[in-house]
């Protein structure tokens, strides 16, 4: 029903409503001049009783004030009314400006901003807001484009090498060994893939809204280190925490359980064997610094952002130890969306004597009592 209404123009009501106000505000005036030439009137006569009659002098002076009135009163509104078009049209002529800009960006030309004047008034401000969200929608929409290329792309590798590991093993006939292997072969892909999109669905839930509980950090990476135990082993590294048992974090147990697994996992797979992955936390007022260690090569400094894209592996001989989400490069981007999520960050050090240190900051809340 709104779409159909007439448009109208912004300086046109504005017009209108300053002539009324002026009309009105003449009306009053006139009343006022009015009234005190009548008191002024009644006054003298009570001053002078015996001076005759002062009919004919206040008759004299209201129909002068009348008739100036009348004169004045249509000139001062349409002067009033003029002025006030001339000036809502300059005005509004920067508004149009701005929606017409608007009006030509879509999701293909996210580029465009709006036009920002070196007045800096109001319009100004509210013209830079919106670029800064134009701005963010802009890296938004280009990484949920990057991230959609990166997924078919991981997804068509396996399926390419499933295809033509069945292709080529049709041309003759073969063995039922050879059969196995070729199904042994095609099991690995087919892991992979579950992999992958099981890593895809926890980043997706990553970035929804956690269901929040009170938990320890202890508690936390103990779940962790159960989880990554038989990973541990398997590469000779050795897993140490030392969390006092009065740190607690708000946070959902299951996402936050995960995002540490993945940093955890990460820094196994980065350190030498017989190396050590140790666990630490620092509590402040507001936030609990959990820290986890490694002994491997530690993390360029041009690096520490990247490595939190999702597909992005770590160059480390050992980035692919342990086959699950390390070798997908999601790992860390699931912990970042993850704890981020909780109103945290990461951030990434280097360790004294070699190695890195990954800090994960999450909200802190008081044990109950």
Excluded at 118 to 124: K, Q, S, T
Aim: charged fraction near 20%; proline fraction near 6%; glycine fraction near 8%.
């Amino acid at each position: 029903m709104t779409a159909n209404r007439p448009r109208r123009s912004l300086s046109t009501s504005l017009a209108r409503w300053v002539g009324l106000t002026t009309a009105f505000s003449l009306t009053v005036f006139a009343g006022a001049a009015a009234a005190v030439l009548q008191f002024a009137e009644e006054r003298e006569a009570r001053e002078a009783p015996h001076s005759g009659p002062a009919i004919e002098p206040f008759d004299e002076a209201l129909e002068e004030v009348g008739t100036a009135m009348l004169v004045a009163a249509p000139i001062g509104i349409l002067l009033a009314i003029v002025s006030a078009q001339w000036l809502t049209r300059r005005a509004v002529a920067r508004v149009v400006d701005v929606s017409a800009k608007a009006t030509r960006m879509t999701a293909e030309q996210l580029s465009e901003r709006l036009p920002v004047s070196p007045r800096g008034d109001e319009l100004d401000a509210l013209a830079v807001a919106l670029n800064g969200l134009f701005a963010r929608l802009e890296d938004g929409v280009a990484l949920q484009r990057q991230f959609a290329a990166d997924a078919s792309h991981e997804l068509r590798s396996p399926l390419a090498v499933l295809s033509s590991t069945l292709e080529v093993a049709r041309r003759r006939p073969r063995s039922s060994e050879e059969w196995e292997a070729v199904a042994d072969g095609a099991l690995r892909e087919v892991q992979h893939m579950t992999r992958l999109v099981e890593s895809l669905l926890q980043l997706a839930r990553a970035g929804t809204l956690p269901r929040t509980t009170p938990i320890t950090a202890r508690a936390l990476v103990e779940a962790v280190f159960a989880r990554l135990a038989a990973l541990a082993a398997s590469t000779r590294i050795q897993l140490k925490s030392d969390i006092p048992d009065d740190i607690a974090v708000q946070v959902d147990c299951e996402l936050v359980t995960v995002a540490l697994g993945n940093i955890v996992a990460n820094a196994i797979a980065h350190s030498p064997p017989g190396g050590s992955v140790r666990v630490g936390a620092i509590a402040e007022a507001e936030y609990v610094h959990i820290r986890v260690s490694d002994e491997g090569p530690g993390v360029p400094p041009g690096e520490r952002e990247r490595i939190f894209h999702p597909f992005v592996r770590g160059a480390a001989a050992t980035a692919d130890r342990g086959g699950s989400r390390i070798g997908l490069g999601l790992g860390l981007a699931i912990a970042r969306r993850v704890v981020e999520g909780h109103h945290g960050h990461i951030l990434v050090e280097d360790r004294p004597g070699g190695g890195a240190v990954f800090s994960v900051n999450l909200p802190r809340v008081a044990l109950p009592t």
